[in-house]
């Protein structure tokens, strides 16, 4: 039994796809938060224009 257990445990592809899927949410949520860092310091500069437009 314990000598066909590194056997069993290479065969087993159970937790691939587990792995698979943590490894592209990850991946997801960088470029989420490039993103919304991109959009958000361009939003940004846009009212900090609008803003020195105004008179004081």
Partial sequence: MAKNFPARLAEDQRGASAVE???????????LVAGISAVGAETSNKFNSVEN???D
Avoid: R
């Avoid at 899927?21 to 470029?31: D, Q, W």
């Fill in 21 to 31: 899927y943590a490894i592209l949410l990850g991946f997801m949520a960088v470029l």
């Fill in 53 to 55: 437009g105004f008179p």
